[in-house]
């Protein structure tokens, strides 16, 4: 079924994750991009929740469900839901019954079926004790839905998802997302496995960051053998391996050590310098990468200086973030490169995400030139 085509029951209001403790930052984006649709609500949220509830006014159209508030544009939220309804089991031993009755008394979907479901929880340690019942759950409601015919015999990205949030294992959260602005991934956390031969676990973080902001189309594009890139703090070296798996010959910047598995591909240049002054040995490079620890203000200049000056096609980069108005500031910091590329007529595109496996921190990509088409 085409997406414009889906019929969703009426709902006032959203469901989003978030990591631990940012849960007032999640607030205060949505407050925001919510105003700048036009649409007016109120958040709600229990702090160190991972959740933030998002209350609507006015009842939102088919198209608002489908692309209000678009996930790609919200840096703290790891997953967009319709919210619908709580459900209390009061059998214990026959949850599954409970949920295929409550889906034959209440049509979410006007039209179709599910294309999958989830069984999800709160991403925090006491949570994380639902963690063995929701797989365990999962197996016998999904041959149990399709057995009713309220799910596709094989996952459908095309299709709504159903979402069951657990607070506790007798009561969740009734939720759908639908195709082209979720998260498809369980509680919109991307696990990786930490390469055997990486040089640090921080090599996560850019490899979820080229999954998470790149399609495989764009990642064939935008990282092809023989391009170049700088990396600005790089030892030990976890963020130039994701270069040099790709291909990538990199001028690795840093006063540390690299690793020797990594100078020994003959793929790294590396220089002990600042890099704050430290400018391509070539005038350019196709990817500035950057993880160094300082503040967010000094980096996201730094990122502008190199972009505006053309000393780089595109950069990936991280944000370290204050203790306080965290959203406040990196908007602010966000928008001042944003306003300056534009000023000098730079057409690129950037998108900014609080990663799994970023912690007080956000990822932050810009793409220009050739990495657009």
């Known amino acids: 079924m085409q997406e414009n085509k889906l019929k969703i029951?009426?709902?006032?209001?959203m469901l989003f994750y978030c990591?631990?403790?940012?849960?007032?930052?999640?607030?205060?984006e949505l407050d925001m991009l919510s105003a700048k649709e036009n649409l007016y609500g109120y958040a709600q949220f229990i702090p160190k929740s991972t959740l933030v509830h998002y209350h609507f006014y006015a009842e939102l159209s088919q198209a608002q469900m489908?692309?209000?508030?678009?996930?790609?544009d919200l840096i703290f939220a790891r997953t967009r839901l319709i919210?619908?309804?709580?459900?209390?089991?009061s059998n214990p031993h026959d949850r599954v019954s409970s949920v295929l009755e409550y889906l034959r008394?209440?049509?979410l979907l006007l039209d179709g079926m599910f294309g999958d479901v989830f069984a999800e929880h709160p991403d925090h340690e006491e949570g994380k004790q639902l963690a063995k019942f929701c797989k365990k759950f999962l197996v016998p409601l999904r041959q149990a839905m399709r057995k009713q015919g309220s799910l596709s015999a094989k996952p459908n990205t095309g299709l709504p998802y159903l979402h069951l949030y657990f607070t506790q294992s007798n009561e969740c959260l009734v939720n759908i997302s639908v195709p082209k602005n979720r998260n498809s991934e369980p509680m919109g956390i991307m696990r990786l496995k930490s390469?055997?031969?990486?040089p640090s676990r921080s090599t996560l973080k850019l490899?979820?960051?080229i999954r998470l902001f790149l399609s495989k189309q764009d990642q064939a594009n935008c990282f092809q053998k023989g391009m170049t890139a700088v990396d600005l703090g790089a030892c030990p070296g976890g963020w130039t391996y994701q270069l040099v798996i790709r291909g990538i010959r990199v001028e690795a910047i840093d006063n540390g050590e690299m690793a020797d598995s990594l100078m020994a591909t003959g793929m790294v240049d590396y220089h002990a310098a600042d890099g704050f002054v430290y400018q391509p040995k070539d005038g350019h490079v196709d990817w500035l990468v950057c993880d160094m620890i300082e503040k967010p203000e000094r980096v996201a200049k730094l990122m502008q200086t190199w972009l505006l000056k053309r000393?780089?096609?595109?950069?990936?980069?991280?944000?370290?973030?204050p203790m306080k108005r965290r959203f406040q500031i990196v908007d602010e910091l966000l928008n001042e490169i944003k306003n300056s590329l534009e000023k000098q007529q730079i057409d690129f595109k950037m998108q900014a995400k609080h990663l799994y496996h970023d912690r007080d921190e956000i990822s932050v990509i810009i793409r220009t030139s050739t990495h657009l088409s």
Do not use: Q, V
């Open 9 to 13: 029951a009426a709902s006032k209001s």
């Open 311 to 321: 000393l780089t096609t595109s950069c990936i980069f991280n944000l370290k973030l």
């Open 207 to 209: 490899e979820e960051a």
């Open 195 to 198: 390469p055997a031969d990486a």
């Open 19 to 28: 990591r631990e403790g940012y849960e007032a930052d999640l607030a205060a």
């Open 66 to 72: 489908r692309s209000a508030i678009a996930l790609d």
């Open 105 to 107: 008394e209440n049509s």
């Open 83 to 89: 919210h619908f309804d709580s459900l209390t089991f």
